[in-house]
């Protein structure tokens, strides 16, 4: 039997309300299912893991006393602690460096990131300061920002003498970008 | 809004074409029969967003691959979800494949001038195929690398060029990371990326000859959009529902064990609906060098026959002939799969298949825990490779259970669900339950009545004697020659050492009643003589001695009573030096040159497990009394690292996750 014409577009397009109401809305549903599972995976790092490094107090057995040299220059020491990334926990691992210098045999410690977008800040011998490679930021030896577009000074650690020689701090990463440090959690 | 369109339009031409798309016409109407395509057009949508996110969680090389599909099954928000969908979608699209094909061919929808594409929907279901292939090695489990082994390896039978294929197929001549990044690039990129042209060319020439209707016409035409549309969309829902259902019944997708080359795994399958060529192989005509035609030249041609119908049906009988075809495909390739799964539920190697499924499952549970607890330092499998629970019970199973037993068994019972009833047992143990169930009983396995130490006997011969429940049930076999060495479960706890001081137990099969020490003195002048005269004051003093002794081995498990029991531990060590005179033949807190019974000082420690294993005729233990006990150090049949972990494992000093997990 030969099949007749279709209505008219048109006229199909009047009718049936309901069915098209329940293709598109099922239609959108089902499609959104793969992205909400993915969406939902991918969100994951902002679910609160615990992580981090050093003991319970977060500082962190840098080096000693005699280590940093006498004469008031920074020395730049890595810092070494157990690291958890992803499914791997590394132990005895470099997860970032300070630099520390004496100030009146006193033992001050700063971040080697740059606050400003994140470089590693270079110390330059001739001139005796903090030298941002990236946007020239240019840090005096306290930290205190010389000149340039760093937002802030470099960010200070806390720092710790234990057992008469041994140098604790308290490592810590800041976000970048502000004029006041904000530790990252 | 409508001005905005009409910008949009007006330079794409977007209204024609979506006019083009919804409005095709159908002839004959709608029909539920012409939704497949629409349903894989949808997995395919699933699998490419699924994929892509998986993608950002997954690491292609031998060291991370299992720790990183561990790590979204398990760790991340979700990821069980989005690797569940993956997988279950991945599961459906053969069955689906197979319906479209089936539709085609019966409604002869292959017919002239729908060769080509027709012929493009035959190298989809190859590419999907491939997919699913290159799919199964990625999680790096011992699934997937045994199955994936397999496959790779028939490639070696390919004419002319096959070594050098398979080389360049898995990256080298033994799989590692090469294989698993080459693996990768096809599966994510490569096949995909062919996957999409000829999907385009598919749609674009089935839009361009039109839907074939399915005779008899017998109702007026209608258009693709809302008719079919709504037929198609009821069709996804029901698949998407069906794959959440998998999902959330096995809470995401399985993931074996990480891959060991070293340890074999007797339940690698392919995917299921390989199972019909992986069965095919066995039979006895592709024997040795007949091989080629199993793996190769057959379902090569049965390929070239799909691909032929388009000519076949011209014949007069041609589209019988066709239909026919592919229902003896079908046919043949249902009763290959029943018999690959029926001979591994209840075939002659059927109990070794179940038990390595549960082994394979508890090492996955075990490293899962432990990468939860511990983090991965360098990977999974040396995480469980250096794991007391389930290695020090793989080299005992090895090494010592040919003379010892460990609760009646060799170690290496997977401990299964309780049965209640004789009936329960009887149905966990019938076929269907073999083929379908999860807590699936193999007739060779042990049961014995539940909260006793009585002998294990096999479910089989308690069907038969017909003995009531409850069971307590492990997937173990009988071992085949009786014990000739103690039972080695709860060593040096309190239990085991008052069992031991018992003189009747002493010579029991569980104790020494198979080895030489039953005629020794112990039993002679000790037990049977003296013991067995004890009255109530003296068998008192014996059970602070088994308490005192237990102690001095440190167990775990025991600390907290032998902490609460000092003051009965003093008092029982002061039995054993000065009242029952245990240290006329021991040693006890020194050395004793003269003792000719083993050393009691620390007995039952891990350090006085470690030295027994490495030489049982060492002074402290039995210079002249040993009974075949090899010594397995001194003869380096098992290093320290090795009896390190028999020890551990019998002492049961080994990291044991908190109870609740709230992930499962």
Redesign the interface.
């Known amino acids: 039997?030969?099949?007749?014409?279709?209505?008219t577009?048109e006229a199909?397009g009047e009718r049936?309300g309901f069915?098209?109401f329940?293709?598109a809305f099922?239609?959108t549903l089902?499609?959104v299912?793969?992205?909400g599972?993915?969406?939902?995976?991918?969100?994951?790092p902002l679910?609160k893991r615990e992580g981090g490094a050093g003991d319970g107090d977060g500082f962190i057995k840098v080096t000693t006393l005699d280590a940093i040299p006498t004469d008031g220059s920074p020395a730049k020491f890595a810092v070494v602690a157990d690291k958890?990334d992803?499914?791997?926990?590394?132990?005895n691992v470099s997860i970032g460096a300070v630099y520390l210098r004496l100030v009146d045999g006193v033992p001050k410690a700063l971040h080697t990131i740059c606050p400003h977008l994140g470089c590693f800040v270079d110390y330059r011998q001739g001139k005796n300061d903090f030298f941002c490679p990236c946007h020239n930021s240019n840090f005096k030896l306290d930290g205190s920002l010389a000149k340039g577009v760093s937002p802030r000074a470099m960010d200070a650690l806390q720092i710790d003498v234990r057992n008469k020689t041994e140098v604790w701090v308290k490592f810590q990463n800041f976000q970048p970008g502000h004029s006041h440090a904000v530790p990252v959690s | 809004m409508k001005s905005l369109l009409d910008w949009i339009d007006h330079r794409t031409g977007i209204r024609s074409l979506t006019?083009e798309a919804?409005?095709e016409?159908?002839?004959?109407?709608s029909r539920w029969r012409y939704v497949w395509g629409s349903t894989l057009t949808?997995t395919i949508?699933?699998q490419f967003?699924?994929g892509?996110?998986l993608w950002?969680?997954y690491s292609a090389s031998s060291g991370?691959a299992w720790?990183?599909v561990?790590?979204?099954q398990n760790?991340?928000?979700?990821?069980w979800?989005?690797r569940g969908?993956h997988h279950w979608t991945a599961q459906l699209m053969p069955v689906l494949l197979l319906l479209h094909l089936m539709q085609v061919v019966i409604d002869g929808a292959y017919k002239a001038p729908r060769e080509v594409n027709y012929w493009f929907g035959v190298l989809l279901l190859l590419l999907v195929l491939a997919l699913s292939l290159t799919g199964y090695l990625l999680p790096w489990d011992q699934k997937g690398f045994w199955a994936t082994r397999v496959a790779t390896n028939l490639m070696n039978l390919v004419p002319f060029a096959g070594p050098e294929m398979q080389k360049l197929v898995i990256g080298g001549t033994e799989y590692g990371h090469h294989t698993l990044t080459r693996f990768f690039a096809l599966h994510a990129g490569v096949l995909p990326g062919l996957l999409v042209l000829l999907v385009v060319g598919h749609i674009y020439l089935f839009r361009r000859h039109g839907i074939t209707?399915a005779e008899?016409?017998?109702?007026?035409?209608?258009?693709f959009?809302?008719?079919q549309?709504?037929k198609d969309?009821?069709a996804?829902?029901a698949v998407?529902v069906a794959v959440?259902g998998f999902v959330l019944w096995y809470h995401g997708a399985h993931l074996g064990a990480p891959a060991d080359p070293s340890e074999p795994f007797s339940a690698a399958r392919p995917d299921w609906y390989f199972l019909f060529l992986f069965e095919f192989l066995k039979l006895p005509f592709f024997a040795g060098e007949n091989e080629v035609w199993g793996a190769i030249y057959i379902p090569g041609m049965a390929v070239g026959l799909i691909c032929l119908m388009p000519f076949i049906g011209r014949w007069n009988l041609g589209h019988v002939f066709n239909v026919g075809i592919i229902f003896v495909f079908l046919g043949g390739a249902g009763a290959l799969t029943y018999l690959a799964k029926q001979e591994d539920v209840a075939g002659e190697n059927s109990a070794n298949y179940l038990k390595a499924v549960l082994d394979d499952s508890r090492d996955a549970h075990r490293v899962t825990a432990l990468?939860k607890a511990?983090?991965?330092?360098s990977t999974a499998l040396s995480l469980l490779k250096s794991d007391p629970k389930t290695q020090g019970a793989r080299l005992f199973a090895q090494h010592c259970s040919s003379c010892h037993r460990y609760d009646g068994h060799d170690g290496l019972a997977v401990e299964l669900a309780k049965a209640d009833t004789l009936g329960q047992l009887e149905k966990r143990a019938g076929l269907t339950s073999r083929f379908f169930s999860g807590d699936a009983v193999h007739p060779d396995w042990l049961v014995r009545k539940s909260g006793t130490q009585n002998e294990w006997h096999t479910v089989r011969a308690i069907l038969q004697a017909k003995t009531e429940g409850p069971f307590d049930v492990i997937a173990a076999a009988k071992p085949e020659e009786a014990p000739d060495a103690p039972d080695l479960k709860g060593f040096a706890s309190r239990q085991w050492i008052r069992n031991l001081l018992d003189p009747d137990n002493y010579i029991s099969a569980r104790y020494f009643g198979g080895t030489t020490h039953k005629d020794g003195d112990m039993y002679k002048k000790f037990l049977n003589r003296k013991v067995r005269k004890y009255d109530a004051a003296e068998m008192k003093m014996l059970d602070a001695i088994a308490i005192a002794l237990s102690a001095e081995a440190e167990l775990p498990g025991q600390a907290a009573a032998d902490q609460a029991d000092a003051a009965l531990i003093r008092q029982g060590i002061q039995y054993l030096e000065d009242n029952i005179g245990c240290i006329d033949c021991h040693a006890f807190g020194e050395p004793d040159p003269d003792a000719d019974g083993p050393d009691l000082t620390g007995y039952g420690s891990r350090r006085w497990i470690i030295d027994f294993v490495k030489n049982p005729e060492h002074e402290k233990f039995y210079p002249d009394n040993n009974d075949h006990m090899p010594a397995f150090g001194v003869k380096k049949i098992l290093t320290d690292k090795e009896i390190g972990l028999i020890a551990d494992w019998l002492r049961g000093d080994y990291f044991e996750p908190p109870a609740a997990d709230p992930g499962h």
Do not use: Q
């Open positions: 039997m030969a099949s007749a014409e279709p209505d577009p199909a049936r069915i098209k329940f293709c099922i239609g089902i499609s299912v793969p992205f599972a993915g969406i939902w995976a991918y969100l994951d679910a958890v992803a499914w791997n926990r590394f132990t | 006019r919804l409005f016409n159908i002839p004959g109407g949808f949508f699933i967003v699924t892509v996110f950002m969680g991370d720790e990183s561990n790590y979204i760790e991340m928000t979700g990821g979800l989005l969908i209707p008899p016409v017998i109702k007026r035409d209608a258009y959009w809302p008719d549309v709504f969309v009821v996804c829902l998407t959440l990468a511990k983090g991965i330092e």
